[in-house]
């Protein structure tokens, strides 16, 4: 595959961060006069005189870098190299997910020093307390050759417009939960977290939301109940730092488009029919399975335009392959096996340790 390289003269600005990368939005200086154009310089004038700089051709920059993200991976064990994760991606995503559902993401080229710079920002933003809390410590892999461009599906130069990012998680409930399960297996683990103290997904309070917003169930943009869904929408702009002001439009708006659109149907059913065992039968050489995988971490983007300005379309980004190595594998199966056994997916869990899971209403299960 061709790999362009990322300019080393760009300048980065820190926008956000998940526990596996930072992205970073990039500015790109006018391009210089072609230092390559001697054969033209013969044709100037008499042949015997420069042409201003202003008529030497420029060096244009490759498209590829137009309306564009830079992501870059973190140092951590259990991540798959971005290189390996592309691969993926080009051989076995885009062949189940058609193009105008996915973010569109291109290898490049990374300078020298660019993720020891970055590193230094970061830690620069620790001191700064500019940097969220839960990301303190972890920072870019300086030995990466490779980084990830991503269209950019940030509201930016898009007045009028809002994107809501959110993960669909486990669409379906897991192949290995028991038999008569009160919760899936989002809420489930979310209840477990809660009652460990782990749990840091729940956003401050937000003017316009019920005072106790709900906890996202993925199950209820399934459920074909009006009260579930509003439930659901409610709980994605909670999460989203959405604009205030938006809220009384986007709430109908992506009711509607979660009623109508297939991309949330295409991806429940990739999750089941990629993992119909479960997490307790798990085969590590099995590539589907870890297809399900990262079809259940992925994030989708939601453009909503104001009403009258055109149609709500999504596409699945942060699609980064799930590999079973850094003891992942082993905590995929030590959480399922916990789930059960302590008894968080049936809603039987001691009481002694669930003092926040109590307060989790049932699935759609």
Known sequence: MAVADFPSNATLEYLAEGAANVVYRFNLPPSSPSIEADSSLDDYGDGTSTPPPSELPAIPYDPIFQRKLLRLRKALPSTTSVLVSQQKFEKVIQPLVPSEYLVQQDLVKLPPGLQANCNQNLRQMEEDGTRPRKRHGTYLAVDATFGTLVTDMTSAGNQGQVVID???????????????SRRCRTCALRAMRKASGKHHDQQPFKPHFPHNPPDFCPLDLFSGESNRLHSAVIAILNNSGCPSSAIEWLIPRLMEFFTGNPLLGLLQSLQQSLDPNGVS????????FMTAMTLRDCTMFVVVPSPGYGSVQARLGDLDWKSPDGKKAEYWLETERRLINEGWYM????????????EERWCNV
């Open 281 to 288: 039968q798990i085969n590590v050489n099995e590539s589907n």
């Open 347 to 358: 809603g039987t869990e001691e009481k002694s340790s669930s003092r926040f899971s109590r």
């Open 166 to 180: 959110f993960k669909p998680k486990w669409l379906a409930q897991s192949p290995s939960a028991p038999a008569g």
